[in-house]
Nanobody, 120 residues
């Protein structure tokens, strides 16, 4: 089993910043892509950003230029630096990790979510 523990959410005014962290632990043979998704009230969960084990990144158009995803492979941790936050960024942010087992099978794991609220 793999556990993902997120931290860093909170309440911030528009234009402010937050840094989200997600640490993976447990039975990890190989940690592949990691990412952040978000789900606003009444909306579907959507991809915010993801990063491969090699460092390649991908962002939703709505956050390009404002959010930066990074990872520390030695700590099995992924970060999301969020700048110039807007009220429409308000959502529960979920960490995702794709893990390979020794048998080569891949599994997706999710964190419990951390609330980000941006006031206008």
């Amino acid at each position: 089993q793999v556990q993902l523990v997120e931290s860093g959410g909170g309440l911030v005014q528009a234009g402010g910043s937050l840094r989200l962290s997600c640490a993976a632990s447990g039975s990890i043979f190989r940690l592949n892509a990691m990412g952040w998704y978000r789900q606003a009230l009444g909306k579907q969960r959507e991809l915010v950003a993801r990063i491969t084990s090699g460092g390649s990144t991908d962002y939703a158009d709505s956050v390009k230029g404002r959010f930066t995803i990074s990872r520390d492979n030695a700590k099995n941790t992924v970060y999301l630096q969020t700048n110039s936050l807007k009220p429409e960024d308000t959502a529960v942010y979920y960490c995702n990790a794709r893990v390979s087992g020794k048998n080569g099978a891949q599994y997706d794991y999710w964190g419990q979510g951390t609330q980000v609220t941006v006031s206008s």
